[in-house]
């Protein structure tokens, strides 16, 4: 009997065999058919999301013609259009009207700047650019006399900066910047450029902020196009890794990663003194009161030296301008009141309009900010005050009676306690 059922067991062996080597390979095909179906597809939307983010020849090809044909003018016009000697590098946009790519300047690397489309004017959830007006490079008209011109930007700087005693010589500062070819008049393609420019926050402030220490510089321009010094770090938290990877690394462990990664603490510590001197700067300055609606770290750079410099600037608006642009706003919560992620004010319930005064200063938001940034590998000696310090600082609030006061004292500890822990290392 035992005999008879061995052979059988043999024979229906191989069968078995056969067929769960056809299960296993079916399972395998069709594993690596999903594999290549899933990355064809990733690959698909990454590509479509990059043609549409990334349209440097299209704002190149606007810009030069425009130039070619004697409309705008600018210091970097023959660069990029004539002799050919400024090349768009990799595409560093994050939304389609804001174009971004590093450059090559002959020898000088930069980042290149670009508006592609039109927005109707300073509105929540839209960019701070007015890009009708900039598009078509209509004004000032042909006949426009320089003296019509400086009026022309006087009131364009009197709208967004309100009454400044000073606004003279900012006016003056910008027909230095437009006169591209210094050769000390400024042309009428030379204007409608610096008129464009002028358009954009980020631009004016950069002019504002020129001889400061944390602000990139301006390279040059050409019409609504403009070149900036490059930074060599591009944000406080962690590593670039290719968009493949990125895609499986869960949210949490790529916060953890981006603590991981960031420079020893009296490094971090001097990144930080930059940031409070920026907030300084910009806190009732000599043209008014400018206000961060967008604190991110990836608006934050630093270079080999750990100085701090500003990356992205768009979201760093005058609040004369957005005062008057919110005062009417209809809302029914205050959820409607946010400008960017960082500027909100209240809904008044009474009259269902949202209020002028934006609730946190800048120093509350960059506190927040630093706060787990310095707060990690602290030294032991000053962590406590560190922490405290920080604390009084994110509850900040504009109402407060004595804000202003309060705000300098916070400030001035924060930047001491900071630079007498590091003053004495090679960081410093």
């Known amino acids: 009997m035992a005999r008879r059922l061995f052979p ?12 769960r080597f056809s299960y296993m390979r079916m399972k395998y095909l069709f594993i690596s058919w999903l594999v290549v179906f899933i990355g064809s597809w990733v690959m698909y939307v990454q590509y479509s999301t990059y043609t549409e983010l990334c349209r440097g020849h299209d704002c190149r090809k606007i810009i030069c013609d425009k130039y070619k044909t004697g409309v705008i003018d600018g210091s970097a016009c023959s660069s990029l259009c004539a002799k050919e000697t400024l090349y768009f590098g990799k595409c560093l946009s994050t939304k389609p009207s804001n174009q971004m790519y590093l450059g090559i300047w002959g020898n000088l690397q930069g980042v290149i700047k670009c508006q592609m489309e039109e927005a109707a004017q300073l509105d929540f959830g839209t960019d701070p650019e007015p890009r009708k007006e900039i598009v ?9 006399t320089v ?4 009026e022309m930007v006087y009131g364009l700087f009197k709208a967004k900066l309100g009454e400044q005693g000073n606004l ?6 910008i027909l230095s910047f437009a006169d591209g070819n ?20 980020e631009f004016l402030l950069m002019v504002i902020l020129q001889d400061k220490e944390h602000t990139p510089k301006l390279m040059g321009f050409c019409g609504d196009l403009y070149v900036t010094e490059r930074v060599e770090y591009t944000s406080l938290y962690g590593i670039s890794l290719p968009w493949i990877i990125e895609l499986f690394i869960p949210a949490g462990f790529r916060r953890s990663m981006d603590q991981w990664f960031t420079p020893s603490w009296p490094r971090k510590a001097k990144i930080a003194i930059g940031l409070l001197e920026f907030v300084e700067d910009i806190f009732h300055g000599p043209y008014g009161n400018f206000l961060m609606c967008d604190t991110s770290a990836k608006n934050l750079g ?12 768009r979201k760093v608006v005058p609040e004369m301008n957005l005062k008057e642009i919110i005062k009417d706003r209809q809302c029914e919560s205050d959820l409607d009141c946010i400008y960017g992620t960082d500027c909100r004010t209240l809904c008044d319930q009474s009259k269902m ?7 946190q200063p800048n120093l509350a ?3 927040q900010l630093l706060k787990d940034y310095l707060l990690r590998g602290a030294p032991s000696d000053i962590h406590e005050e560190l922490e405290k310090q920080l604390y009084l600082c994110i509850a900040l609030k504009v109402t407060a009676s004595q804000m202003e006061m309060e705000h300098s004292l916070i400030l001035n500890n924060l930047k001491t306690l900071l630079w007498k822990k590091i003053s004495h290392t090679n960081d410093s």
């Not at 309009?353 to 609730?359: A, F, Y």
């Open 168 to 173: 003279s010589e900012l006016v003056n500062l």
């Open 365 to 367: 938001k960059a506190c």
């Open 8 to 19: 059988g067991a043999w024979l229906r062996k191989p069968h078995y065999v056969q067929v």
């Open 147 to 150: 003296e019509k011109f400086k």
């Open 302 to 313: 630093y270079n080999d030296k750990y100085d701090l410099k500003m990356m992205d600037m």
């Open 353 to 359: 309009r949202c209020t002028t005064e934006v609730i």
């Open 182 to 201: 210094k050769d000390g008049r400024v042309s009428l393609p030379e204007a409608k450029s610096a008129w464009a420019l002028l358009q954009l926050d």
């Open 136 to 144: 078509l490079f209509d004004k000032p008209t042909r006949g426009t």
